[in-house]
């Protein structure tokens, strides 16, 4: 079973929040969801413990978001559990119960996916780090749940990474109601030049680069209409994606730390 990379604790980190102001919508629709719902496919992100023998199981499943399940027994050394609560591997959730935290009933390894390792393993927790940072529970996401079975898929079956992770880095911010347009000038309305030079706003979109302009999220048109393309093949290219979306999500992040990247930045100096 792979290992869990620590993460902060806090709402998007793993722990329970509350929900005294939610609106009287969201408790409704959390008592409606309260009925037994069997064999929902997910992933699990995250888990910590709850009790000596139980966890609390991040989960992200197709038809319900993000769902926070606890697990009881599952530490036990003859728990059913134990073996289905699998990382980057497709499962099956059963769970019951009202309130923020719901009781975990069965969990069955649906299977189909090889093992994440090495630097794909690091890749698969970064995905797994947005996902806790910038959804919220219970909110359905099926086209960013599919894309990222497919990134898990890609990433065990050796395609390179940062391809990958930008393709999904994008789904994401567009998931979450930011979607990048980088095909049309935003302050013009007209296509994007090739040979021009342009800057990405966060809240006006793309724009041209004014001669003699020094600007930050700068990209060559080329680059910006093959991201936004999805292609990722030239170098270059990658390299500003990178850049570009890194950027983007740090803005969305509000202030808050991926702790993966750190990681991969220790190991590059080692």
Not at 136 to 154: G, K, V
Not at 256 to 266: L, P
């Amino acid at each position: 079973m792979a290992a869990v990379v620590p993460m902060t604790k806090g709402k998007s980190a793993g722990a329970v929040p509350r929900f005294d102001d939610a609106a009287p919508e969201a408790a409704t629709k959390r008592s409606a969801a309260a009925r037994r719902l069997e064999d929902q496919p997910g992933f699990v992100l995250h888990s910590y413990p709850y009790s000596e023998s139980s966890l609390i199981i991040e989960t992200f499943t197709r038809a319900h978001g993000r769902v926070p399940l606890l697990a009881k027994g599952a530490k036990r050394p003859g728990s059913p559990l134990r073996g289905a609560l699998l990382q980057f591997q497709q499962v099956g959730f059963s769970w019951s119960g009202r309130g923020d935290l719901r009781n975990l009933v069965r969990a069955e390894w649906l299977g189909g996916i090889p093992v994440l390792s090495a630097k794909a393993l690091l890749c698969g927790f970064y995905l797994n780090e947005l996902i806790l940072k910038l959804l919220e529970r219970d909110d359905p996401h099926e086209r960013l749940f599919d894309q990222y079975a497919s990134a898990i898929a890609e990433l065990a079956s050796g395609r390179r990474e940062g391809h990958v992770l930008r393709a999904f880095e994008m789904e994401l911010l567009r998931e979450i109601g930011y979607a990048v347009n980088l095909a049309i000038d935003a302050a013009s309305g007209e296509g994007v030049v090739p040979a021009a030079r342009y800057t990405y706003d966060v809240e006006s979109g793309l724009r041209r680069v004014a001669p003699g302009e020094v600007a930050e999220r700068e990209l060559t048109g080329a680059a910006a209409l093959a991201i936004d393309k999805g292609d990722f093949s030239n170098p270059q290219v990658a390299t500003q994606a990178k850049h570009l979306m890194r950027s983007l999500i740090d803005h969305h992040l509000n202030g808050r730390r991926i702790a993966t990247r750190q990681i991969f930045h220790s190991l590059q100096q080692t």
